[in-house]
């Protein structure tokens, strides 16, 4: 037998035992500008911070300069609404993409206090209901699709914290075979949804500050009009 034929079997040997590779990422939010990488036996440790440049940026050249700018693409608004719809649309595809699984999708530890705040007191009312009764009513279907041997999730309301805050740590550990079955489920739902967002128009921003910067001048320039006070007639009596 040939030698090449040799190689081409150990390549799909190779290439088949890497799809049940298993990958995992550990991540504890006391210490967020660190992450945990695991693939295999190897772990890693990862800074999320961002290099500081030294060195300056080269100026472009003159061909790049001149070349006609790119028209903005439209922008989806994403909303708490639009979170809902994404949920009530991915959760069904979710479920079956995770029974295809076979519990390959481990969490461990799951250890998290969730503090919602950053909005309105009577929408974040809402909020905090709504994402209660979504964990609670997922948690027996997660336990059964996934493997979560001690998980630990609080839910809290704050109305006067500016913005939700998250505390505690998560492990996630999955083979590479399963995020591919899981991204060829998800791919035509999550592309439907996206299509369904609204889309804000790029040229509508730059015109409403406009406008507002314009209102804003205006009364500037009338205000010292308004506060002026009257000046008063001169009167002549004829001798």
Known sequence: M???VYILIGLFLLS???????IGVAYR???PDKLTLRIGLLRKTVSLKKAEKTEKKKKKPAKKAAKKAKKPLPKPKIGMAEVKSGIETLLPALKQA???TRRSVRFHPL?????MGGCDPAELAKHYGWAHALLWSAMPEMERLLVIPDPHIRLDVNFEAERTRVEGEFGFGIRIISILLIVMTLLVPALQWYQSLPKEDPKAAPAAQQETQANSENAK??????DKPAEPENTTRGE
């Open 2 to 4: 040939p030698v090449y």
């Open 16 to 22: 088949f035992l890497t799809l049940f590779l298993r």
């Open 29 to 31: 939010f006391a210490e």
């Open 98 to 100: 995770l029974s295809r």
């Open 111 to 115: 250890n998290l206090h969730i503090i």
């Open 221 to 226: 320039t009338q205000a010292p009009a308004a």
